[in-house]
């Protein structure tokens, strides 16, 4: 007699339900915002909480996003604020591990100040396949993951999120990174160059450009990375100009396009 396996959604369910109360490091991004909804799903909202990072290096939208969602699932949400860490300050290889375990542990200890003893990430299969040091910062403080409980990868969270009701803004959101992402290694971080960085792709994705990437070299060289289907929109719309003027108001002196377009954590190349 064959057993019929399990939904994705089903194995989540088995893997929060005995958890009973659950706090989720909630960035804004997809992960975090599907696994939050299916935690109000399957716990109840009385019995999720979602504790949101504030750092120079998150993007803003992702915050303004996981307030608008903590609404809508009528969740408490806890923002704690952070300034650049200091070793962070010249933006080491090692940032992700340092980043993670110093958010992680201010984050675990607010979570259990309000009664909810586990904290969760929303880490899932395809996690594993990039180059992520912060992992190992979460199995040393005991993050769980239940989308990687659960076996689940991205595609999964996406059709997980459409079940859920979310909408496609959530459902549809491309996989974005922190900001000290579009950075240098080993060279000074400032908010101001962060918030460049921000205002520069937030503007890029209000001509359709969802998946750009703006990555700075120095002080003054921003180079666009595109997806191939968004390659073709800024050319084909004529987009060049109306891009290269936005950024130089921001502050760039030089835009470039990368030809061989997006490619996830180039930055962590050697230069």
């Known amino acids: 007699m064959t057993t019929t396996p399990q939904t994705p959604f089903e194995r989540l369910r088995a893997v929060l339900l005995p958890r009973k109360r659950i706090a989720v490091a909630l960035s804004g991004g997809l992960d975090s915002s599907v696994l939050l909804a299916a935690a109000v799903r399957i716990l109840g909202a009385d019995h999720c909480l979602a504790l949101t990072a504030r750092t120079p290096y998150v993007?803003?939208?992702?915050?303004?996003?996981?307030?608008?969602?903590?609404?809508?699932?009528?969740?408490?949400?806890?923002?704690?604020?952070?300034?650049?860490?200091?070793?962070?300050?010249?933006?080491?290889?090692?940032?992700?591990?340092?980043?993670?375990?110093?958010?992680?542990?201010?984050?675990?200890?607010?979570?259990?100040?309000?009664?909810?003893?586990?904290?969760?990430?929303?880490?899932?299969?395809?996690?594993?396949?990039?180059?992520?040091?912060?992992?190992?910062?979460?199995?040393?403080?005991?993050?769980?993951?239940?989308?990687?409980?659960?076996?689940?990868?991205?595609?999964?969270?996406?059709?997980?999120?459409?079940?859920?009701?979310?909408?496609?803004?959530?459902?549809?959101?491309?996989?974005?990174?922190?900001?000290?992402?579009?950075?240098?290694?080993?060279?000074?971080?400032t908010e101001v160059l962060l918030r460049r960085v921000d205002a520069a792709e937030s503007f890029l994705r209000t001509l359709g450009l969802k998946g750009c990437r703006v990555r700075a070299h120095g002080d003054s060289l921003a180079r666009i990375e595109l997806p191939e289907k968004e390659r073709r929109l800024f050319w084909d719309g004529q987009l060049a100009s109306t891009a290269a003027r936005r950024l130089r108001e921001l502050g760039f002196r030089h835009i470039t396009l990368d030809l061989e377009g997006y490619s996830r954590g180039s930055m962590n190349e050697p230069s």
């Open 59 to 189: 993007m803003e939208e992702e915050v303004r996003d996981s307030t608008a969602l903590c609404r809508r699932l009528g969740v408490r949400q806890e923002k704690l604020a952070f300034p650049i860490l200091p070793a962070l300050a010249n933006n080491p290889p090692l940032r992700c591990y340092l980043c993670k375990h110093a958010l992680f542990s201010s984050l675990a200890a607010r979570a259990a100040e309000m009664g909810f003893p586990l904290l969760a990430d929303g880490s899932n299969l395809d996690d594993l396949d990039d180059y992520r040091p912060g992992r190992k910062a979460l199995q040393e403080l005991g993050i769980p993951s239940p989308f990687l409980e659960a076996s689940m990868d991205k595609e999964d969270i996406r059709r997980l999120a459409c079940r859920l009701g979310l909408p496609e803004s959530v459902s549809g959101k491309p996989a974005y990174a922190c900001l000290l992402t579009r950075l240098e290694h080993n060279r000074p971080v």
